[in-house]
């Protein structure tokens, strides 16, 4: 129909004889209508599979049953609770299986970044590819191609740096954050690196699988205190390596005592400068340890004393010179309570620029029964340490035998060693391999390394070489 004017008008019969023409949408097929369902669960709103659900049954029926609608999983972290993020996450994930899935996530404060990747990181194996967004910055990473002949995935290193995020302190801010992955055709280990102010604990809602972690403080204001820190590996049970960069940074007095944290796969503790060893020490269980690093532990100024007294910490008898008596106390009570707890079949302990006290020297190495190498750096260590190694006459119902602690020992490795003659070296270590080569010729001192002591002389060398022969290296 024309108007006066020659507009065309269009009849409301017409109208509505078109729209009864066009086919239902109960009507198409429902491939195509999840096709559409899985462009819409791509826009960027991360409840749209929850809201198209809720139109009709038909709907709902589809969008349940469909993983691929559910693949995308876009977290909106703004003002959300993290009970919020886990209930959605372990959601698209059980809906997605057993197809991969994809993570967008949209931060606004990177402190929570770690509590929220826990919640995907139990389900790496099918994780594909993360896209973090924050203040601008845009973040992707690929998990590596998800095939039927990829290899089995395994949570392998965490990285975290101690500092604020993005701000540069080795010239290498851009990777505060970032996934990577390497590995043979069997495995990829999947490893990890963050930066943050402080450990997360109280909002962390999953357990963080990686077998190895490293902690790094960058500045003073954001050193861990050991109540913090012990309560994050609380939630690393499947630790076997950890390794721990401090400031040397004295914790002060501890209110109340820390939380007791097992990590039953740990094989290898290392702490670096740190002053609060003896907090972290003494609240680990570690029945597996078999390698203890301790370094750059020793301090010349005094610490706040430990928030309980316990057996051993009275004053040294022997009164050995010390340049770091505080720091000696702590390490030395510390190691003395992670021995008496793990029982731990130790078979390494480095101690560079880290020392105790002799009577802690002597409790230690009494327990150390599967000990095969010590090495020792920058030690104040007197001839009274020198003698421990010295065989000793042990009185039993039998009458008398001879014995010596650190029985397997087969490395001993001494660095810079200033207060400890040579004569006592060449004393004792010489009674110790006759003894041993003898008695236990498959557990007897096997390399012995000698190095910037300068109380042990070149005639030290030559005497001390008669009996160690080319198992000495001096320097």
């Known amino acids: 129909m024309l108007c006066t004017h020659g507009t065309m008008i269009i009849s409301t019969s017409t109208v509505n004889k078109d729209i009864q023409s066009f086919p239902p949408f109960a009507s198409l097929p ?41 693949q995308t999983i876009v977290v909106l972290e703004s003002r959300r609770a993290m009970s919020s993020i886990r209930t959605q996450a372990e959601l698209w994930v059980t809906r997605s299986s057993p197809l991969p899935f994809n993570v967008v996530l949209k931060l606004t404060d990177f402190e929570r970044l770690l509590p929220i990747m826990s919640c995907f990181l139990p389900n790496i194996a099918r994780w594909m590819r993360c896209t973090i967004t924050y203040d601008g910055r845009i973040f992707e990473t690929s998990l590596s191609d998800l095939t039927l ?18 701000e540069d302190v080795a010239g290498d801010d851009e990777d505060d954050v970032i996934f990577f992955s390497c590995g043979s055709t069997t495995y990829r280990h999947i490893s990890m690196r963050v930066a943050t102010t402080k450990l997360p604990h ?14 790094s403080e960058t500045a003073f204001e954001y050193s861990v205190r050991s109540p913090d820190l012990l309560r994050f590996l609380a939630h690393c049970p499947n630790l076997e390596h950890l390794y721990f960069h401090g400031l040397s940074n004295d914790e002060g007095t501890l209110n109340a005592p820390p939380p007791s944290i097992a990590l039953p796969r740990l094989h290898t503790l290392l702490l670096d400068q740190v002053c609060n060893q003896r907090s ?23 610490l706040e004393p430990y928030h309980v007294s316990e057996e051993g910490d009275s004053d040294d008898e022997s009164h050995d010179f010390s340049q770091s008596p505080h720091s000696d106390l702590h390490t030395g009570m510390g190691i003395r309570k992670l021995l ?47 003698a421990l190694f010295m065989p000793f006459v042990v009185k039993d119902g039998d009458g008398e035998q001879m014995s010596v602690r650190l029985p397997q020992l087969s490395v001993l490795k001494m660095y810079s060693c200033q207060q400890l003659s040579g004569d006592a070296l060449v004393k004792t270590l010489s009674a110790r391999v006759h003894y041993t080569d003898h008695a236990t010729p498959d557990a007897t001192l096997k390399t012995v390394v000698i190095s910037s002591c300068n109380d042990f002389t070149a005639g030290n060398a030559q005497e001390l070489s008669w009996d160690l022969h080319d198992r000495l290296h001096v320097s």
């Open 202 to 215: 109280t909002e962390m809602v999953n357990p963080l699988l990686f077998t190895s972690l490293d902690i």
């Open 149 to 166: 002949s990829s290899p089995r995935r395994i949570l392998h290193h965490l990285d975290i740096l101690l500092k604020t995020p993005f």
């Open 280 to 302: 972290i020490l003494s609240h680990l269980h570690l029945p597996a340890l078999r390698e203890l690093h301790l370094r750059h532990i020793n301090v010349d100024y005094s």
């Open 340 to 386: 008496s707890r793990s029982h731990p079949p130790l078979e390494i302990l480095d101690m560079d620029l880290s020392d105790m006290r002799t009577k802690d020297f002597r409790w230690v190495f009494d327990k150390l029964s599967d000990l095969k190498q010590f090495s020792i750096v920058g030690s104040d260590m007197s001839d009274s340490v020198v």
């Open 30 to 70: 429902s491939e195509l209508l999840i096709e559409i369902f899985s462009t819409c669960s791509l826009t960027g709103d991360w409840h749209i599979p929850l809201t198209l659900s809720k139109v009709c049954r038909l709907w709902r029926d589809l969008i349940v049953s469909a993983p691929c609608i559910w």
